[in-house]
């Protein structure tokens, strides 16, 4: 399997748990604040972008045939949505 994400009994861990591992490429921005009352705040941002950089995942290739269902199912709905927002813009226009 592959490892769990960093910090998982945290709101930061169990916000991002589902971007963290498999096949999804996470970015992570912190904010870091230069007043001193702050650097616990920016240290534990620092920390916890870190262990995430630090996270490796194992690409998969393929999937359950669910998954191939599903994406097929998703095709054909974006093409009907296209096939109807085409058919939208012609009625608007004016001949």
Not at 26 to 35: D, E, I, K, Q, R
Not at 46 to 71: E, I
Request: hydrophobic letters at 30%; charged letters at 25%.
């Amino acid at each position: 399997g592959g490892l769990n994400a960093p910090f998982p009994n945290t709101t930061n861990g169990h916000s991002m748990s589902d971007s963290m591992g498999g096949n999804a490429k996470t970015l992570m921005f912190v904010n870091c604040s230069p007043a001193d009352y702050n650097c616990p705040e920016t240290s534990n941002s620092l920390d916890f972008a870190k262990r995430c950089k630090n996270v490796t995942n194992k690409l998969k290739s393929g999937g359950s045939a669910g998954d191939a269902a599903q994406v097929k199912a998703l095709r054909a709905e974006l093409s009907r949505l296209k096939r109807e927002k085409g058919d939208a813009l012609k009625k608007k226009r004016p001949t």
